[in-house]
């Protein structure tokens, strides 16, 4: 009877005094799992160019793409999250934060005009970190409104007149050497508004506007790039 009392009392002892079984830890979760980027998605985008931005020892990696007109705003939101993982993990260093431009035009050297994303601690890239485990990173969207405007950009060939753009402020329309500036050394012509033209040629600034060569259907011959709200066609 005492034995059976003392291997009870050990037994009870024993089992008090062991420690609780862990629990089982949770899966340290990916950039892809943040992101919510799946192995079967397919992009849409293409990258235009990358720059680094590393500031008090923290590596950050900023992103340019180019994206096809015409998506819906869910569509280009998953573009840009796949395109921040494929910035996050292009290496060659860990990034405390990264950026995605996003443009809807191959003029990709100023603001975006389709979106952008910031996938950081937070979601701010100001607060970029190599320390802040993943859980904590958030992404932040901007989109740009003009983007999933319709723009219906007139065609190589098409005959127009030209207006004034600002009727209060010039009397003439300015036919300039470049397509990007209207200073006073690129200007080849002031011409009359009414005067007939044929769209020669056009480039494409994003959300800065289509831009036009035309020449001068009548008169002496005149051709240089207008803004298209100098175009009306006939």
């Not at 830890?25 to 985008?45: C, I, N």
Request: net charge positive; with cysteine.
């Amino acid at each position: 009877m005492i034995r059976w009392i003392v291997a009870m009392f050990f037994l009870l002892f024993t089992a008090c005094s062991s420690p609780p079984p862990k629990e089982p830890e949770a899966p340290t979760r990916t950039a892809a799992d943040v992101l919510g980027v799946g192995t079967d998605f397919m992009p849409k985008y293409t990258v235009a160019s990358t720059e680094r931005f590393d500031f008090t020892g923290t590596p950050r990696l900023s992103m340019r793409v180019t994206v096809p007109s015409g998506l819906s705003r869910m569509e280009l939101e998953a573009n840009l999250r796949h395109a921040l993982l494929r910035a996050y993990e292009s290496g060659p260093v860990q990034y405390g934060a990264v950026s995605v431009l996003a443009y809807s035009s191959t003029k990709t050297d100023g603001a975006f005009d389709a979106a952008s994303a910031d996938f950081a601690p937070g979601g701010k890239w100001s607060e970029a970190s190599k320390d802040v485990p993943l859980s904590k990173w958030r992404v932040h969207f901007t989109f740009a409104d003009s983007y999933f405007q319709e723009r219906k950009p007139l065609s190589v060939g098409t005959r127009a007149i030209l207006v004034l753009s600002m009727p209060g402020v010039a009397k003439t329309v300015a036919l300039s050497s470049k397509a990007n500036r209207w200073l006073d050394e690129d200007i080849l012509a002031r011409l009359s508004p009414s005067t007939p033209v044929l769209i020669v040629d056009q480039a494409d600034f994003g959300i800065v506007g289509v831009r036009y060569e035309v020449e001068t259907t009548t008169g002496k011959k005149h051709r240089g790039w207008v803004h298209a709200s100098a175009l009306k066609v006939e």
